[in-house]
């Protein structure tokens, strides 16, 4: 049996829902993203895609905080983004971004299956949903970005998104407090794994939200790949 339906309290409530900020800010995207907030709400508790407490601060820890990326992006004809999970940030981005190519890449079944639901739901043309790891799909993608929020270190994330992204390209990862700390602890990977130096940008959303810490480095060599 299902268990029944925990009420929401007046408490617990997003203090974002309906603010006309929120709709201003994304604009065209807004019935795209106001569809996802509200398919996350319905679903992404049960599915244990967001914790219990995350729909009472969804828009400012997890859509605009996506969002923020879209600036840094904005223009590559593909980007792809990596261990995307309940389709953050890669469902906002691509609801924002029209004109680019997505690739969600997610290694568990049942995440890929929310996607694949979501982008169907969203009418998000400009998305294909990928199962795997970033090791799975090298020579398969050489992309313009990659995007990723809560994946792992940035050590990591060079290794791992290097032969994903082509000359040129860009790693756009979004990062809480520690983004100096990890550009740091990284650098001496960094040129190695074939990146230029990081920039760190503090992208802000709406008036009143801290700006997301973003490190966003340019891929400095690596092969052309087949799509």
Do not use: C
Request: hydrophobic share 45%.
């Amino acid at each position: 049996m299902e268990p029944a339906e925990t009420p929401t309290t007046p408490s617990e409530q997003d203090p974002l829902e309906g603010d006309d900020r929120v709709r201003q800010f994304f604009g065209a995207a807004w019935p795209a993203v106001e569809g996802f907030d509200a398919l996350l709400r319905a679903h992404g508790v049960e599915r244990g895609l967001i914790g219990p407490r995350e729909p009472a601060r969804l828009w400012e820890r997890h859509l605009l905080n996506s969002a923020a990326a879209a600036a840094a992006v904005a223009g590559r004809p593909t980007i792809l983004d990596l261990g995307s999970g309940a389709g953050l940030p890669g469902v906002v981005l691509a609801a924002m971004l029209p004109e680019s190519r997505w690739v969600l890449l997610e290694p568990m079944e049942r995440r890929v299956t929310w996607l694949r639901f979501v982008a169907t739901e969203l009418g998000l043309a400009n998305v294909e949903v990928v199962r795997g790891r970033a090791e799975d799909v090298v020579g398969r993608f050489s992309m313009h970005a990659v995007t990723t929020r809560a994946v792992g270190s940035l050590d990591k994330l060079y290794r791992w998104t290097g032969p994903l992204l082509r000359h040129g390209g860009v790693l756009v990862a979004i990062k809480g407090e520690r983004a100096e700390s990890e550009v740091e602890a990284a650098a001496g990977k960094r040129e190695k794994l074939g990146f230029r130096s990081p920039q760190i940008v503090m992208a802000s959303t709406i008036a009143g939200l801290a700006p997301a810490a973003l490190v966003v480095v340019e891929r400095s060599g690596g092969h052309r790949g087949a799509r």
